[in-house]
Every structure is written in structure tokens, then in C-alpha cells.
Nanobody
Framework: QVQLVESGGGLVQAGGSLRLSCAAS????????MAWFRQAPGKERMFVAA??????????ADSVKGRFTISRDNAKNTVTVYLQMNNLRPEDTAVYYC??????????????????WGQGTQVTVSS
């Protein structure tokens, strides 16, 4: 079945780094755009970063540009997407979700466009 499984979250001090991973299987995710969203308590789910099916295009929210890097590894049966997060700030605290959609269209930042989601991983940044 379709599975997106995130890992790598945790507690880190401000200025620190974390690397999130998302293992996607059960579909031809090598043809899919992959993305990270995050949701803080009481707030809407927000776009963080996205990467095209072959890794050739990447997109970032303004709030993470220059600090976060998205990448992917298109292995045969499992696609793994990474989010390297550097210089973390307390406002980065949220549950981070991996998402996937067939790579067509320009609305990479809209959560409603994505068909598959992971269960989320908590990132907490202390000041």
C-alpha cells in the first residue's frame, strides 16, 4: 500500500540542525513532486519546500530560504526525500509532514494539491 514515513524529528536548540527523511513507497513516486509542509499548534498547515520528480527544480517558503535544503533519492522501489534544516529558530517548531503529488501544475505550495501524506514528525526548537 501507499506509505510515506517521516523520521528525523526531535528537540534541538536554536541555531542547531536536523535532517528529516521521508520514505515513500507503494506508488511510482519517482514521477511525483515531493514536498514538506509544517503545522504549528493552532495554525494552518504551511508549505515549507518542494522538489520536482527528478530533483531539477526546488521551491522554498521565504521563511526557510537559505536555511533549509530539500533533496531526493529516486531508488527503484522507494523514493526518499530529505529536508536538511540548518540554523533552526524557535518559530520552526511544528509537526513536519511529507507530501506527494503527480508532478504536473504550478501550485506546488498548496496542501490541497497533494494526494498522499505522511503521519508527521515533531520538530521542537528551544530558545
Amino acid at each position: 500500500q501507499v506509505q510515506l514515513v517521516e523520521s528525523g524529528g526531535g528537540l534541538v536548540q536554536a541555531g542547531g540542525s536536523l535532517r528529516l527523511s521521508c520514505a515513500a513507497s507503494g506508488r511510482a513516486f519517482s514521477n511525483f513532486r515531493m514536498a514538506w509542509f509544517r503545522q504549528a499548534p493552532g495554525k494552518e498547515r504551511m508549505f515549507v519546500a518542494a522538489i520536482s520528480w527528478n530533483g531539477g527544480l526546488t521551491y522554498y517558503a521565504d521563511s526557510v530560504k537559505g536555511r533549509f535544503t530539500i533533496s531526493r533519492d529516486n531508488a527503484k522501489n522507494t523514493v526518499t526525500v530529505y529536508l536538511q534544516m540548518n540554523n533552526l529558530r524557535p518559530e520552526d517548531t511544528a509537526v513536519y509532514y511529507c507530501a506527494a503529488k503527480f508532478d504536473i501544475g504550478a501550485r506546488y505550495h498548496l496542501a490541497s494539491e497533494y494526494s498522499d501524506w505522511g503521519q508527521g514528525t515533531q520538530v521542537t526548537v528551544s530558545s
